[in-house]
């Protein structure tokens, strides 16, 4: 019996009434840990992959082979799909064309390509630069021509920083001529307002995808306010990525000042609940099961 795919099962979610919620993830642990949270959506975030890879920023440090094995990482940890971040697609439309078509295959639901020049930087960086419409146009084409031979359901997205580079009414142009050319979904990077928000909202023509950050430059609003002014898909990008952040960070500074671990077990998942987050009794339920009864050599000769 053929399962539906994950590119599928999120074009239907996106089709029913009410804000969809994603959370930024940066491996398989982040994301097998949202999924058990309820989360119906993971979104892999490339600033999360360079940090954990990398121990690096944001900058466009990363090249395509690496973020397209982390995508697979993350795609076959979960049962829920997976949005990849594809940065600015990494290269010329021929190579975005390619991108699209191995995230496919890497497992990925949906991407999202950006309109910086590269090397790009975090959304929520200064120092942006954007390429013009006519270079991004050919981008965004290679990218839906790309999905429609593999995949139709496939999302594309397309992220336009250009609101920090040219202004909102840049940002809103660019947005309505990528929904006119059949791009599934528009991103808004760093929104600075709420003005801004609404405006993004009622004036472009496609579904609008809001990415909250902590500290970052667009205010940050509640699942139900966000829905309210009309964004249809909403991503708390760096949520997993700071909160690991801090609690190893406190962990680690106890550690350290007292030689002990005893008096941070509240802090901690208890070594049980690591191992079914990990689904160890899965995996030693596999291994009884085609375990055989004897011990053979390679000609299939029993060595007892």
């Not at 399962?3 to 642990?29: H, I, Q, W, Y």
């Not at 270079?135 to 593999?150: N, P, Q, V």
């Not at 760093?190 to 004036?203: C, D, G, I």
């Not at 139900?224 to 500074?253: C, D, H, N, Q, W």
Request: charged share 25%.
């Amino acid at each position: 019996m053929s399962r539906e795919r994950k590119s599928t099962l999120l074009r239907e979610r996106l089709k029913k009434p009410g804000v969809l919620v994603g959370v930024g993830v940066f491996d398989a642990l982040s994301a097998r840990i949202a999924e058990l949270c309820g989360f119906e959506v993971v979104h892999h975030s490339g600033f999360g992959t360079a940090a954990t890879l990398l121990g690096a920023p944001d900058i466009g440090l990363l090249d395509f082979t690496e973020m397209c094995q982390r995508i697979k990482s993350i795609a076959g940890a979960v049962s829920i799909p997976v949005l990849g971040d594809a940065d600015t697609g990494y290269g010329n439309p021929l190579n975005v064309y390619r991108t699209v078509r191995e995230y496919i295959w890497a497992g990925s639901a949906g991407l999202f390509i950006e309109d910086q020049r590269w090397p790009k930087r975090c959304g929520h960086m200064e120092g942006k630069e954007i390429i013009g419409w006519d270079e991004m146009k050919g981008k965004l084409e290679a990218a839906i021509d790309a999905k429609r031979e593999l995949d139709p359901d496939f999302v594309i997205i397309y992220r336009t920083d250009a609101v920090a580079v040219a202004g909102i009414e840049e940002a809103i142009a660019r947005g309505n001529a990528a929904a006119a050319l059949g791009v599934d979904m528009v991103f808004v990077e760093a929104l600075e307002s709420k003005e801004q928000m609404e405006r993004a909202v009622h004036e472009i023509d496609a579904p609008l995808m809001l990415n909250l950050i902590e500290g970052g430059k667009t205010p940050l609003f509640s699942v139900r306010e966000a829905e309210s002014m009309g964004f249809k898909y909403i991503v708390f990008a760096l949520t997993p990525l700071f909160s690991a952040t801090k609690g190893m960070i406190e962990a680690l500074s106890y550690l350290k000042k007292t030689g002990s671990s005893k008096g941070l077990e509240e802090k901690l998942v208890s070594f049980d609940q690591f191992t079914d987050i990990v689904k160890l009794k899965d995996l030693l339920a596999m291994e009884k099961k085609y375990a055989s009864d004897t011990a053979t050599d390679t000609m299939g000769n029993s060595t007892r």
